[in-house]
T-cell receptor, first 110, second 114 residues
Framework: KQEVTQIPAALSVPEGENLVLNCSFT??????LQWFRQDPGKGLTSLLL?????REQTSGRLNASLDKSSGRSTLYIAASQPGDSATYLC?????????FGAGTILRVKS | SAVISQKPSRDICQRGTSLTIQCQVD?????MFWYRQQPGQSLTLIAT?????????ESGFVIDKFPISRPNLTFSTLTVSNMSPEDSSIYLC???????????FGPGTRLTVL
């Protein structure tokens, strides 16, 4: 059974700092991996999708990497801003379904 | 991308009643899913909504409790039946759009059962 773990569970940083969120998964036979953002009381916003054959994807200040063989992904956020404050969720595509981690709660202080 | 709408956005219901949640997508989709997010928890897949046939339920979820319909490619409903306070959650519709692998989520329906 696929299990996804995210570390840390919560993170508080000053504005402008670069940061890394970690995601690990137990079964490397994934189809793809997605990073999402969730604001309090809201739905999920897709940030980046990495196919199993890819190593990384970039969008603006966000960079996600994937090391499928070791079962790890990282989300790098450059020059963090207070508007980045949210819960960040990692999910792996296992068969037809997404399996989610518990998320990292990020707070960027101004 | 896809624009997904859900109705209602929130509701407060009495124990023992049922609520039907609607999901409408503005694009042709290949897959539709229903997820539950209990307070302070991550997302759990309830079922895959199959067009014109019975939904495929995950372990721990049954059709009698969570009947699902998907009459066409862009619309689905989830009913939460005979509700109890333990059903208080956010219910989210999710889709995969044709020609894409990205999975998109609706804004969610926040359900409180008293």
């Amino acid at each position: 059974k696929q299990e996804v773990t995210q570390i840390p569970a919560a993170l508080s940083v000053p504005e402008g700092e670069n940061l890394v969120l970690n995601c690990s998964f137990t079964d490397s036979a994934i189809y793809n991996l997605q990073w999402f953002r969730q604001d309090p009381g809201k739905g999920l916003t897709s940030l980046l999708l990495i196919q199993s054959s890819q190593r990384e994807q970039t969008s603006g200040r966000l960079n996600a990497s994937l090391d499928k063989s070791s079962g790890r992904s990282t989300l790098y956020i450059a020059a963090s801003q207070p508007g980045d404050s949210a819960t960040y969720l990692c999910a792996v595509k296992d068969g037809n379904k997404l399996v989610f981690g518990a998320g990292t709660i990020l707070r960027v202080k101004s | 991308s896809a624009v997904i709408s859900q109705k209602p956005s929130r509701d407060i219901c009495q124990r023992g009643t049922s609520l039907t949640i609607q999901c409408q997508v503005d694009s042709q989709v290949t897959m539709m899913f229903w997820y539950r997010q209990q307070p302070g928890q991550s997302l759990t897949l309830i079922a895959t909504a199959n067009q014109g046939s019975e939904a495929t339920y995950e372990s721990g979820f049954v059709i009698d409790k969570f009947p699902i319909s998907r009459p066409n490619l862009t619309f689905s409903t989830l009913t939460v039946s005979n509700m109890s306070p333990e059903d208080s959650s956010i219910y989210l519709c999710s889709v995969v759009v044709m020609g894409s692998d990205t999975q998109y989520f609706g804004p969610g329906t926040r359900l409180t059962v008293l």
